[in-house]
């Protein structure tokens, strides 16, 4: 039986698409392989602390780096070419199938990424599993509008963001207690488990998306493309295109989203290596700070949500800006040297939790509201998701050139205040509509 738009059971399928992908962005892009990776590299780093990839000489986090950068510059490249022939064909959810699987196998192959013999490994699927994440996104964001109506996308969105950061938690417990005990698995040791964790991300979000798969709809405008759909795909793009540029609040909105999207994706990435080398703080407090942010991330999606039904969409998203920026001066006011500072950067965690989900989950309900009536949803996304990475990207450069003028993460992070004021600004350029005020 086909579901209609708004139905609960519909939504709660595509919802249920963040509990199974999100274990990638915490287990995966976040707390365990990047704490693996660093270990087996430290392995067969040279006296300079090098590794030797491609003939060529690299700093292993700068490998790491480039390596995610590269991905994120792949899928800003494919993904409006796909979602303009994915409009045409009405073929969305073959797409979501197959980034999805992609991702998953992936993620999965790391497990042979065992130490100097097998970096290629590390490198290929992590380029891989990246793509496959990301490039799923973008079509299952792009279901959004077809699934709720524009007064339900604000929790609907935020109840994606919930259920994932739910799941996440979960497997990352299970994840951290596999990799601290071994032996009560029967494993080997620590390297065995980090490496089985990945198999079981991969299982994860292949399995729970299956349920995603049963519910969602396939080409829901029953269009019936020509044999020439790449020509035909491409020109859907560049009519959208065309489009968002004469819609002068969608312009402003991906003007502002992309800037505020430099601080958060940026602070997200780099909160770690912060805490770390710029605090001189424990691992285990480290992962603690994760699984807070995750936990009152929860909250924080479902609050904003609420918020935003009050005083809407516009004012609720310069909020979460504005305590982002707040976020920066706390980052810039912290020093190794005080005392207690591991709690104060709790706080900072606890407050990042707070305005990350909400942020995310605000942002992406209220791009698909201002959209105009379309049957494009998929091209229409892609500029979003393309937004994103780009501002990702962007930020990761900004941040690295910012390091090696001043010396210091602190300074660097205060800089990335600037984004969020001017993303704050550029909100005003943006129109008020019947379901974004």
């Not at 859907?236 to 295109?241: N, P, Y």
Request: glycine share 8%; proline share 2%; net charge positive.
């Amino acid at each position: 039986m086909k579901l209609k738009r708004g139905d609960k059971k519909l939504i709660n399928a595509w919802a249920f698409y963040d509990w199974a992908n999100s274990v990638y962005s915490l287990v995966i892009s976040t707390a365990v392989f990047p704490i693996y990776y660093s270990g087996i590299t430290a392995s067969f780093e040279n006296v300079e602390g090098e590794i030797k990839f491609l003939g060529t000489m690299w700093h292993s986090t700068t490998l790491y780096n480039y390596t995610l950068a590269f991905a994120f510059l792949v899928v800003a490249f494919i993904s409006p070419i796909l979602s303009g022939i994915a409009d045409y064909t009405g073929n969305k959810l073959k797409f979501l199938k197959f980034f999805c699987l992609l991702g998953s196998l992936s993620v999965m192959s790391l497990f042979f990424f065992e130490g100097e013999s097998t970096l290629w490994v590390g490198i290929v699927f992590t380029i891989m599993a990246s793509i496959g994440f990301w490039g799923s996104i973008v079509f299952y964001n792009a279901y959004l509008p077809e699934v709720a109506f524009p007064e339900q996308q604000d929790k609907v969105s935020a109840k994606g963001f919930m259920l994932g950061y739910a799941g996440s938690i979960l497997l990352l417990f299970l994840s951290l207690f596999m990799v601290n005990k071994p032996e009560f698995f029967g494993l080997p040791n620590a390297g065995f488990a980090s490496r089985l964790t990945f198999v079981l991300v991969g299982i994860w979000w292949l399995g729970f998306a299956q349920i995603t798969y049963r519910r969602l709809p396939n080409n829901v405008y029953g269009r019936k493309p020509s044999k020439d759909f790449i020509w035909k795909g491409l020109h859907e793009l560049k009519a959208v295109a065309l489009e968002i540029k004469e819609y002068s609040s969608l312009k402003f909105f991906l003007y502002s989203f992309f800037l505020f999207s430099v601080g958060v994706q940026t602070i997200i990435l780099m909160a770690g290596i912060f805490g770390s080398q710029e605090l001189g703080l424990p691992t285990l407090d480290l992962i603690a700070v994760i699984l807070l942010v995750q936990i009152v991330g929860i909250l924080g999606a479902f609050i904003f949500s609420r918020v935003s039904n009050k005083i809407g969409n516009l004012a609720t998203l310069k909020i979460t800006i504005s305590i982002w920026a707040l976020v920066c001066l706390g980052a810039f006011l912290l020093d190794k040297s005080q005392e207690n500072v591991n709690l104060y950067f709790y706080g900072l965690g606890a407050l990042i939790g707070l305005v990350m989900g909400a942020i995310q989950s605000l942002s992406r309900s209220t791009y698909s509201k201002l959209l105009p009536e379309t049957k494009d949803h998929a091209t229409y996304f892609s500029f979003y998701d393309v937004t994103e990475k780009i501002a990702i990207v962007f930020g990761m450069l900004v941040f690295g050139l910012l390091i090696s003028l001043t010396g210091s993460m602190q300074w660097s992070v205060l800089f990335l205040a600037i984004f969020f004021i001017g993303s704050f600004v550029l909100l005003y350029f943006v129109r008020k509509t019947k379901y974004v005020k």
